[in-house]
């Protein structure tokens, strides 16, 4: 564990799938008991609650919402869709300002029904990030791009690789577009190290590209459609202390989100996998 686990602790957040099965008061109860400082939250819930709602319940708990998520979908070919897609995006916008985060998580998109066209999917990721970046950052937030794993390339999110995503976060200036490090999905990449080093402070306008850091673990098998099989923390074949000391030596900062989809987790009885987390956390990543 390094020296300054106490300050690595105060970064320390929650996102709110690891723990579905509590409602939105139970999770900002839970990580103020915790000790737990940050949330990440998600769209749906927040809006089931209400936005302004969730933005007073969090802040009166004495947290910080560290990022939402989600927005993107942006690689439709129906203008239509593709219309929709941007008046969503705006609206989550609008949401991230109201719960004082400064963090938009951004899921790309996978391919249109019939389409293979990977690249022209990824410009069209990036001209909606044109259209968007300018309304964000007036309101104080900015748009990160989360690269997911290949597997996800066909149906969610063509941006598969953290180079990918710094590819078009750099087109936009820093403070309206940057990356997501999410260590599920790029555990893999040996190019990762210095692409996280890119990120850090490269570019056309030397600004971070940095925006948020999130953490899960790797294990195998897969579930059967994949999505759910993020691992708790040091169950698998992660080396997360290595990317917590690379986007650190990057310049980073901020929040560390524990980002888990696992119905296992979510099984158990919130208080005791969230005193999991905090252990495993300052164990594997610390």
């Known amino acids: 564990m390094s020296d300054d686990a106490p300050t690595l602790l105060d970064r320390l957040s929650l996102n709110q799938q690891t723990l579905r099965q509590w409602s939105l008061p139970e ?38 919402v560290t990022s939402l998520c989600r927005g993107g979908f942006f690689t439709a070919l129906d203008p239509g ?14 949401e991230a300002a109201a719960l004082g985060t400064d963090t938009l998580v951004l899921v790309s998109g996978g391919l249109p029904a019939g389409s293979r066209d990977l690249p022209g999917a990824r410009e069209r990721v990036a001209d909606a990030l044109g259209e968007l970046g300018p309304y964000a950052a007036e309101r104080g937030v900015r748009l990160a791009v989360e690269p997911l794993h290949p597997m996800y390339a066909a149906d969610r999110c063509v941006v598969s690789t953290l180079a990918q995503a710094l590819d078009l976060a750099e087109r936009f200036p820093a403070e309206q577009v940057g990356v997501v490090v999410d260590t599920y999905h790029l555990w893999w990449d040996d190019t990762v190290g210095a692409q996280i080093g890119r990120a850090g402070g490269t570019g056309k306008d030397n600004g971070s590209r940095i925006a948020a850091f999130q953490l899960a673990d790797w294990v195998t098998p897969l579930p059967a459609g994949v999505l759910l099989g993020r691992g708790q923390l040091g169950d698998g074949v992660v080396d997360l202390r290595w990317f917590r000391q690379r986007v650190e030596t990057a310049g980073y900062r901020g929040p560390v989100e524990v980002e888990i989809f696992h119905p296992a987790l979510w099984a158990r009885d919130g208080t005791e996998v969230l005193a999991e987390i905090v252990d495993r956390f300052l164990t594997h990543v610390g």
């Open 27 to 64: 999770l900002a109860d839970g990580c103020a008991r915790a000790g737990v400082r940050g949330v990440g939250l998600w769209r749906a819930p927040v809006q089931e609650y209400g936005v302004a709602a969730a933005a007073r319940l969090v802040r009166d708990a004495g947290l910080r």
């Open 81 to 94: 869709e593709r219309a929709a897609a941007l008046d969503d995006n705006r609206a989550a916008v609008d």
